[in-house]
T-cell receptor
């Protein structure tokens, strides 16, 4: 069975601090995808990134960066110089590559960035 | 513009009164699914469909029905809603999960309250 664990339920940081959101996953698949989604207070789900299991390169997009480590089954997300607009719930998710494998979500981490 | 449209966005209903939440996508995606989001539980899959007339249960299907008569539409039906189905519901669509670079597009969510 697939499982995603986001151990941090809530995090508060002061604006301009860096913050890392942890994601640990379990899967028996050899090929899989990992995702991060952002859910702002308005409620919609915003896609941030997808990572294929065979590509362990870290990725940076502006203030966002992702650290994928297959050896520890982790896919952590770092926000550099956080801003108030980063306040949201962030979900890590895992998907297999066959047709009947759903997108499995972690329980989410609520990030509050205080001005 | 690529989008997944859910209706209604908000709904308050009474126990036992049948309701349907509609979902429509304009991307010609094969794969569609329904999730519910509850505090502390993240998003859990209710039902999914891999193509027209092909549907299957997710993790929490009890009390729900779906149909997929056309590729673009995937309605969620609650034949006899109960208060424990009060939740935030998301519809999602994507290309086949096995396709590289697949990404799930989510609707804006439907907040359902059953009293």
């Amino acid at each position: 069975a697939q499982k995603v664990t986001q151990a941090q339920t809530e995090i508060s940081v002061v604006e301009k601090e860096d913050v890392t959101l942890d994601c640990v996953y379990e899967t028996r698949d050899t090929t899989y995808y990992l995702f991060w989604y952002k859910q702002p207070p308005s409620g919609e789900l915003v896609f941030l990134i997808r990572r294929n299991s065979f590509d362990e390169q870290n990725e940076i997009s502006g203030r966002y960066s992702w650290n994928f480590q297959k050896s520890t089954s982790s896919f952590n997300f770092t926000i550099t110089a956080s801003q108030v607009v980063d306040s949201a719930v962030y979900f890590c998710a895992l998907s297999g590559t066959s047709g009947n494998t759903p997108l499995v979500f972690g329980k989410g981490t609520r990030l509050s960035v205080i001005a | 513009e690529a989008q997944v449209t859910q209706n209604p966005r908000y709904l308050i209903t009474v126990t036992g009164k049948k309701l349907t939440v509609t979902c429509s996508q304009n991307m010609n995606h094969e794969y569609m699914s329904w999730y519910r989001q509850d505090p502390g539980l993240g998003l859990r899959q209710i039902y999914y469909s891999m193509n027209v007339e092909v549907t299957d249960k997710g993790d929490v299907p009890e009390g729900y029905k779906v149909s997929r008569k056309e590729k673009r539409n995937f309605p969620l039906i609650l034949e006899s809603p109960s208060p424990n189905q009060t939740s935030l519901y998301f519809c999602a669509s994507s290309t086949h999960p096995g396709v590289p670079n697949t990404e799930a597009f989510f609707g804006q969510g439907t907040r359902l309250t059953v009293v």
